[in-house]
Nanobody, 121 residues
Framework: QVQLVESGGGLVQAGGSLELSCAAS????????MGWYRQAPGKQRELVAT???????NYADSVKGRFTISRDNAKKTVYLQMNSLKPEDTAVYYC???????????????WGQGTQVTVSS
């Protein structure tokens, strides 16, 4: 089995910072792209940022210049440093990873369980 476990969410005041992390574990042969998505109440899940194995990143316009995605390939972990947080960043944040699971010998996209980020004004 494969698990993606997020941590680092919480409550912060506007203008503050948080760092999320997400570690993949289990019967993993290889990890490709990893990313962060978020879903606010009553809204669809949206892309926040993605990063390739080589470190190429992509951001939603709403977080450019404030959020930074990074990864540690050896630890199969992706991070999201969030600075200058705004109330509109409030959402459940989910990590995902495209990875090759050893037992099934298949590439699939896996999701974490989500972590709540709340930004107060």
């Amino acid at each position: 089995q494969v698990q993606l476990v997020e941590s680092g969410g919480g409550l912060v005041q506007a203008g503050g910072s948080l760092e999320l992390s997400c570690a993949a574990s289990g019967t993993i042969f290889s990890v490709n792209a990893m990313g962060w998505y978020r879903q606010a109440p009553g809204k669809q899940r949206e892309l926040v940022a993605t990063i390739t194995t080589g470190g190429t990143s992509n951001y939603a316009d709403s977080v450019k210049g404030r959020f930074t995605i990074s990864r540690d390939n050896a630890k199969k972990t992706v991070y999201l440093q969030m600075n200058s947080l705004k109330p509109e960043d409030t959402a459940v944040y989910y990590c995902n990873a495209d990875l090759f699971e050893s037992r099934s010998a298949l590439w699939n996209t896996y999701w974490g369980q989500g972590t709540q980020v709340t930004v107060s004004s």
